[in-house]
């Protein structure tokens, strides 16, 4: 049996027993387990058919037992944990995933480990070695477990709601979390979601109630004992305002990538040319100058005025900033970084992806503490707060590497002395961040977004980024936002701003729904709906700011888009009138306005802008086009072809129309000779300007009814056409 065909039936059964449909589940599992010859599970498969079937011939005869609701749940329940079962021995035994990978690696006795160090407190005899012996096999036995045992889940329980002064005992508990996040998503286990619900005290763990209920919200029904409890969780303002942050953070890496790239291709290049351009300009590059010479440069430097140069300037400046910006928002800019590093022999390990930092990790030790002294230039890099954990161990293995084989070596040499010096001078914390909640929330999304999108391990299974990440629809999820107008209007705005409209507009209707509506909240709905191409219901959403708030520039902005997406061009005006009169010095209203006048055929009112530009000296050669097209409008014939000439003279921004309407000018001034002169100038120029100049007289033939409309007899243009034609054949 396929993995495709497996998968597909391995759903229709969850389906089944979601809608309580048990006999429709059994016999789809029954299948299963016939076509992979699961013998194990066929005992427990026939107990339950054959107590079910039974209790529907006992209720078929018309009985009435009381019990038969709880009966039913019960065994629901049972036949739920029988197909993850089904699915753990298809995948360990037919597919090569990381969920087989673990099974091979798991040990049952890593629970009896853990639950010795914890009865006997020899927490204080973990070295790092040991700790990470222990935790790879803790980590592969959680994932690979579908269905925990009572005594290893007693275990568990004592070590996640224990307060450790061991930091490898504090780091097994994130682990541990991890390892139930990771095993919850491939297989629903209500011991194990019970295990993250008891540990919720650590921000890490909401991580894995988020995704569990992303993934498993209709399974969860199954326990409504589970539910009452989710429910009392999302209640708590801490845990609300965390499951914000997550929604948040979960959003800003499905774009990531698309940042990475931007910063890859477009920010760091301009930083590098920028910087090379004042390398050479200053003469650090090329002849090495005398050491005399350098105040000699630095004065040259500080007196060139250079307009490249100081575009370079600009540009490296601009691009610095954005880099800031991005820095400052929160944005994951260290994808590429990591990508890089991935393919070492550290990542090849499934637990390592997830393992909380630690620099004496027996994998890095050689880097972070060599001689058996802390590397101090590592030390500052890895107690920064913005990096999560797998990227301070992708960083320092990279960096580990080239201070011993790269080039640049010496460089890092010497860096690490400088770090020393800064380390002596200022205390050993100065660079130490102290993690906050969110800072533990955005460490655990980034581990799982760079697992599900870049690890080997991730053939098999569900990306849980690739799911909606609407929290809101969501049935549990929603709780924790439902009548939290702030966290809302948040989520919301964060959504439209990272491409997910139709999801913002979910959040920030309910915001309206508490708070009423709002100027910020009305345009931020307008703008998700123009982006669903819903341009009338976003017009009525920014008439409704409009109302609250007359005169903003930003609600006629918005509103003049969506006007020119629906052709309504006398709207268009209004809101164009409005936005000269605020911002009077505004080229481009100007021109907005002019344009949108022309469309409208108020040819005079239309001009009045084009000359106020022309008086400006703003937008000069396209203002003088629509002046002479205006004119020729309305019929002032020297006043157009004056402004067809001011064109035709500057060869440079001369166009083929330009020739073609001065000829229309002149013809129906009466000066025949002038107008064929002009006609055949245009016909020169239409050959060199287009693609495919098949027909040259078509954009003439095109001005037919233009032509007629100002009192030209069809057969003189007709006449026209070949008198151009035959003299365009003559030269």
């Known amino acids: 049996m396929t993995r495709e065909v497996f998968a597909q039936l391995h759903q229709d059964a969850c389906n089944e027993i979601v809608q309580h449909h048990l006999h429709s589940a059994l016999d789809i599992i029954h299948h299963l387990v016939d076509e992979i010859h699961i013998n194990h599970c066929s005992d427990e498969l026939t107990r339950i058919e054959r107590s079910y079937m039974a209790m529907l011939d006992f209720l078929s005869t018309g009985a009435n037992d009381e019990g038969r609701l709880a009966m039913q749940e019960k065994m629901a329940q049972e036949a739920f944990i029988l197909l993850n079962a089904v699915d753990a021995f298809y995948r360990v035994h037919g597919v ?17 480990m853990v639950g010795k160090l914890l009865s006997e407190h020899e927490e204080q005899k973990l070295t790092p070695a040991f700790y990470a012996l222990v935790s790879d096999k803790v980590f ?9 045992q009572r005594s290893d889940k007693e275990i568990l329980t004592q070590l996640l709601q224990t307060k450790h002064e061991n930091s490898f005992m504090q780091h097994l508990v994130q682990l541990v979390i991890s390892a139930l996040t990771l095993s919850l998503w491939e297989h629903f286990d209500p011991s194990k979601l019970e295990l993250l619900l008891m540990a919720t005290h650590h921000a890490h763990s909401l991580v894995g109630l988020a995704a569990t209920l992303l993934r498993h919200h209709q399974a969860i029904r199954l326990w409504p004992q589970l539910e009452e409890d989710i429910r009392e969780t999302l209640a708590q303002p801490d845990h609300q305002e965390l499951m914000a942050h997550i929604n948040r953070e979960m959003l800003m890496s499905t774009k990531s990538e698309e940042i990475e790239k931007k910063v890859k291709e477009e920010l760091l290049p301009k930083i590098m040319d920028a910087m090379s351009d004042e390398r050479v300009r200053l003469g650090f590059m090329g002849d090495e100058e005398e050491e005399d010479d350098f105040e000699r440069m630095m004065k040259k430097a500080q007196a060139d005025n250079n307009p490249r140069v100081e575009k370079k300037k600009k540009d490296l400046m601009n691009a610095a900033m954005q880099f800031m910006n991005l820095h400052q928002e929160g944005v994951d800019i260290n994808m590429d970084m990591f990508v890089n590093s991935m393919r070492l022999p550290f990542f090849r390990k499934l637990s390592n992806w997830f393992q909380p930092f630690f620099p004496e990790h027996p994998e890095i030790a ?92 991730r053939s098999g299974t569900v990306n849980l980024f690739d799911c909606s990440l609407n929290f809101n629809q969501n049935t549990y999820l929603a709780c924790a936002y439902r009548n939290n107008a702030e966290v809302l209007k948040r989520v919301g705005t964060v959504m439209a701003k990272y491409g997910k409209p139709s999801d913002a507009l979910d959040y920030l209707k309910r915001y309206t729904e508490l708070e009423g509506a709002s100027v910020d909240t009305l345009q931020q709905m307008a703008y998700c709906q123009e982006r669903e191409g819903n341009y009338r219901q976003a017009a009525n959403l920014l008439a409704q700011a409009d109302m609250l708030a007359p005169s903003d520039s930003h609600t006629l902005g918005l509103l003049l888009g969506c006007y020119t997406h629906l052709g309504m061009q006398e709207n268009r005006l209004d809101c164009l009138e409005q936005l000269e009169q605020l911002l009077p010095t505004s080229t481009k209203i100007t021109v907005e306005t ?44 020297e006043t157009a072809l004056a402004y067809y000439q001011k064109l035709i003279d500057t060869p440079a921004v001369a166009r083929h129309e330009d020739f073609l309407n001065a000829g229309h000018t002149a013809w129906l001034l009466g000066d025949t000779k002038r107008a064929i002169s002009l006609y055949l100038l245009y016909i020169t120029r239409y050959a060199r300007e287009a693609k495919q100049p098949n027909d040259l007289l078509a954009p003439f033939d095109h001005d037919k009814a233009e032509l007629m409309a100002h009192g ?8 026209m056409h070949d008198i151009i034609e035959h003299k365009s054949k003559q030269a």
């Open 712 to 719: 030209i007899d069809a057969n003189d243009i007709d006449l």
């Open 140 to 148: 592969n036995t959680i994932v690979a477990d579908f269905c925990l």
């Open 366 to 457: 050689d880097f972070t503490y060599p001689n058996d002294k802390p590397n101090t230039l590592l030390k500052m890099l890895f107690e920064q707060g913005s990096i999560c954990d797998i990227d301070r161990y992708a960083l320092v293995l990279m960096i580990g590497q080239t201070m011993k084989s790269s080039p640049l070596a010496s460089m890092l040499a010497q860096m690490e002395n400088s770090a020393r010096e800064a380390e002596a001078v200022l205390g050993s914390d100065f660079m130490r961040h102290h993690a906050t909640p969110k800072d533990e929330v955005t460490s655990a999304v980034r581990t799982l977004y760079r697992f599900f999108t870049k690890s080997n391990w």
């Open 96 to 112: 090569n995933d990381f969920f087989a990978q673990c099974h091979s690696q798991s040990e049952k006795d890593a629970f009896l």
């Open 594 to 637: 002019g344009l949108c006048l022309m469309k409208l055929e108020r040819w005079k009112d239309a001009a009045q802008r084009f000359y106020k530009l022309e008086l400006e000296e703003k937008k000069m050669v396209p203002s003088q086009r629509a002046i002479a097209w205006c004119s020729f409008k309305q019929r002032k014939y």
